[in-house]
């Protein structure tokens, strides 16, 4: 029942509450679009970069949740300080990482300089080496060339689009053995030991894994924990409490990163960890688009 009601909001556009749904939820108007499970299905975006590459977005409904994570959880850090956000619209969010073909497009039409990793990757994987000012060139490219505002997701909106409802640790839940099944992270497969290392499961890739290749969250948006980090809009600093469509600061040195690696163990591929680095830093750092942020 409670996956039909989602369904049914993304139809209607309706207004999300995390951990469970509010008055204005049973309405009419809701109960009507809950039938129109084909309808809301079709509530994506696809976008042609040429050559026969496209990139899939999904509509994220507007709502409530909290950003951050309590006290009492496992691995928690200290700026992750839990508060209330409202996202007061309902935005695009990229279905996967962009990955190495998608972003090959966009280095042959501007002549962008990109360095592969050290290890392995083919068309399908997430791309790395990316910094956030290189992110920003993407969606400023893909744009133009879409004739959609292709933007990075601020770190509130990712967080959202992540969590997908969820309070836990994960947007699956709370245990760090199940991380396996929905995110490629530092476990048996992979072979440089690092000191995080889960040496008792396995998602099966040894660095980062193709998209899609685990289970999506709640809303069908993939690889939300692990496999690359991901670059958002904003300045990094300390939250700054309840709010609405937060943006972070106005200026700063450091952008945000979110989502964890596959070099990291489960603790740093949680619904609320948070990374930072310069915005010209690449290492082995990715992103993912999110699109229609005016959507009325």
């Known amino acids: 029942m409670m996956k039909t009601f989602g369904i049914a909001m993304l139809a209607a556009g309706m207004f999300l509450t995390v951990g469970g749904f509010d008055s204005r939820d049973l309405t009419a108007q809701a109960q009507k679009a809950g039938d ?3 309808g809301a299905r079709a509530k994506e975006l696809v976008l042609d970069l040429g050559d026969k590459v496209t990139l899939k977005l999904v509509l994220i409904p507007a709502g409530k949740f909290l950003m951050g994570s309590p006290e009492t959880e496992k691995d928690r850090k200290e700026d992750e300080v839990q508060h209330e956000v409202t996202i007061t619209k309902p935005f695009y969010m990229d279905v996967y990482e962009v990955t190495v073909d998608q972003y090959a497009q966009f280095v042959k039409d501007t002549g962008a ?15 790395v080496n990316v910094s956030w000012e290189d992110a920003q060139a993407f969606c400023q490219w893909l744009s133009k060339k879409s004739g959609k505002t292709v933007v990075l997701p601020t770190e509130a909106q990712w967080e959202y689009a992540c969590r997908a409802g969820s309070k836990t640790r994960f947007n699956f839940g709370d245990k760090d053995e199940d991380l396996c099944k929905y995110g490629n992270y530092c476990d048996k497969s992979n072979t440089n030991g690092f000191p ?14 193709p998209v899609g290749s685990l289970k999506p969250n709640a809303w069908g948006l993939y690889d939300m924990h692990g496999n690359a980090w991901e670059w958002c809009a904003d300045f990094y600093a300390a939250y700054a409490g309840a709010g609405a469509d937060p943006t972070g ?14 070099g990291g163990g489960p603790g740093i591929c949680r619904s609320a960890i948070r990374d930072w680095n310069l915005p010209g830093r690449r290492g082995g750092r990715g992103f993912r688009v999110a699109a229609g942020v ?3």
């Open 196 to 209: 995080s290392q889960d040496k008792e499961h396995s998602d099966g890739f040894d660095k980062t894994a």
């Open 249 to 262: 600061p106005k200026d700063g040195g450091l952008r945000v990163l979110r989502g964890g690696s596959w």
């Open 36 to 38: 129109d499970v084909k």
């Open 294 to 296: 005016d959507l009325p």
């Open 113 to 127: 300089k990109h360095e592969a990793p050290s290890f392995k990757q083919t068309g399908d994987h997430p791309v």
